[in-house]
């Protein structure tokens, strides 16, 4: 599975900030959950959001009431926006998936390990 993020870019503090993140594959996937994390610089990766297939949402404390997490099902794609930024949001964010891939009609692997490229978000105060 392929994911390709877009939307990050230089705001400046309370602004707004739209990511993409849309999956695709040459084989048969079912998307469990898609996930945004960030990692700034010197800093662990983090979990910002997440989405499960259900619509089930979960965010990291730090950007409770200003980020929102959606998806599109049928194009595969989850969104982040995000609202009244903070210069210590500031950090490359990068999408997740947990999915189930299959190989063939009747094999598949249930996999959490692809990531996208990575998309840079910079608030400046």
């Known amino acids: 599975v392929q994911l390709q993020a877009s939307g990050g870019g230089l705001v400046q503090a309370g602004g707004s900030l739209r990511l993409s993140c849309a999956a695709a594959?040459?084989?048969?996937?079912?998307?469990?959950?898609m996930n945004w994390y960030r990692q700034a610089p010197g800093e662990k990766r983090e979990l910002v959001a997440s989405?499960?297939?259900?619509?089930?949402?979960n965010y990291a404390e730090s950007v409770k009431g200003r980020f929102t997490i959606s998806r599109d099902n049928a194009e595969n794609t989850a969104y982040l926006q995000m609202n009244s930024l903070k210069p210590e949001d500031t950090a490359v964010y990068y999408c997740?998936?947990?999915?189930?891939?299959?190989?063939?009609?009747?094999?598949?692997?249930?996999?959490?390990?692809?990531w996208g490229q990575g998309t840079l978000v910079t608030v400046s105060s």
């Open positions: 989405i499960r297939s259900d619509g089930t949402t």
């Open positions: 594959s040459r084989n048969t996937f079912i998307v469990n959950a």
């Open positions: 997740n998936i947990d999915v189930r891939e299959y190989y063939s009609r009747s094999y598949y692997l249930d996999r959490s390990d692809y």
